[in-house]
């Protein structure tokens, strides 16, 4: 996305982001914080990540909690975003370093008074300061904008060397507006001493999302129940914005199904069809996919966003293929009953796939 106008969404977005669930930002800053002191900064990018991926929880809906910036998908790979900024410092401070002996042997050697002797006013030492200093901080900056996508990337999975590749190739073509959004954020960060770090964060994600998919944060779910699970399913289940998803008390069917109660009607038009798709967190990362209404059509996806990609090809993909057979398209039901085994949350979304028609294929 194209600064100017999008900078303001990005803000605006961040504010909402954060204004919803407001206590659970601040409970994960304190984990962030002390976490960072106690291992001695060794943490310290994990539970960054953590935030990251706390905001595109956010972002796409889910409820949060403040222990979720424990849930990092990698602790090393997020060192590889750090390491940019140590080198940065390793080289200025070796530059300065040989700038100032190489000034101090020339002034000794060719000019009677050494002027790096001479004691300066406060206002003479803030000037040199300011003029040390601004390089390191252009530089820093330089380097934030360049990497710009790279966290929210690890914190989806990816490798650190390759989002940093990746962040590299999308901040290139509006690269001076990621500079200027990130002098922004870190003057927040640092005026607010580290207070508005989650809002940076959710700007952030907000930015890279109109990149990489999604265009506006969607509202979290507005009702979640849990229940006891009799017959050894998962303790808890947790519900999106499409459904409610609670306990079956039909003595009838088998006991311990929970029940997806989905509020979408049938497709009205054959060109255009909305189904509601099931998606489970596995327990190494990403979710798998199904689809109840479509028999048989299951797939998967590394994040959130990837698994609503591939949902919305296989339901095309599936509709086509009944199409071709002159079979019936499927309609979504008022009801949907999922035996989802051990799984121990699960969310709901509405996915709008178009089919040609077959006669105009």
């Known amino acids: 996305m194209i600064p100017g106008p999008g900078l303001r969404r990005w803000l ?42 706390m905001a595109l929880k956010r972002f796409d809906g889910m409820p949060l909690r403040a222990t979720d910036s424990l849930a990092f998908r990698s602790f090393w790979s ?72 790279s966290w929210p990337l690890v914190a989806e999975g990816m490798r650190g ?4 590749d990746r962040s590299r190739e999308e901040a290139a073509g509006h690269f001076w507006s990621l500079f200027r959004l990130c002098t922004l954020l870190t003057m927040l960060v640092c005026v607010t001493a580290f207070l508005a770090l989650p809002f940076a964060v959710c700007v952030m994600v907000a930015a890279y999302r109109s990149r990489f998919g999604g265009d506006a944060p969607r509202e979290p779910a507005r009702e979640v129940r849990r229940a006891r699970a009799p017959l050894g399913v998962g303790p808890a289940w947790g519900a999106g914005d499409a459904a409610i998803i609670q306990r079956c008390e039909d003595p009838s069917l088998s006991g311990a199904r929970p029940q997806i109660e989905e509020a979408t009607k049938s ?4 060109a255009e069809c909305e189904y509601a798709v099931l998606l489970v967190p596995l327990e190494g990362g990403g979710y798998a996919v199904e689809v109840p209404a479509l028999t048989g059509c299951v797939t998967e996806g590394r994040t959130l966003t990837e698994a609503l990609l591939m949902a919305e090809r296989a339901i095309k993909d599936h509709l086509q293929l009944l199409r071709k057979d002159d079979a019936p398209l499927p309609q979504q039901q008022d009801h949907v009953l999922v035996n989802l085994g051990a799984a121990q949350e699960a969310f709901v979304r509405k996915v709008t796939v178009a089919v040609r028609d077959k006669a105009q294929e």
Not at 14 to 19: D, H, P, S, T
Not at 29 to 45: C, D, H, N, Q, R
Not at 122 to 135: F, G, I, T
């Open 161 to 164: 060397w390759r989002a940093i």
């Open 267 to 270: 497709p009205t038009h054959i």
């Open 12 to 53: 605006s977005q961040g504010f909402k982001m954060i204004r919803t669930d407001l206590w659970a930002w601040l409970g994960a800053l304190f984990i962030v914080i002390i976490g960072t002191k106690l291992s001695l900064f060794w943490a310290g990018p994990a539970l960054l990540s953590g935030l990251f991926g």
């Open 78 to 149: 997020p060192w590889a975003l750090v390491l940019p900024y140590y080198g940065l410092v390793a080289a200025w401070l070796l530059g300065s370093g040989l700038a100032f002996h190489g000034l101090d042997a020339l002034a000794a050697t060719y000019l009677p008074v050494n002027p790096l002797e001479v004691p300066l006013s406060s206002e003479a030492m803030a000037v040199v300061l300011a003029a040390w200093y601004l390089p390191l901080i252009f530089c820093g900056l330089f380097i934030q904008a360049a990497l710009f996508h």
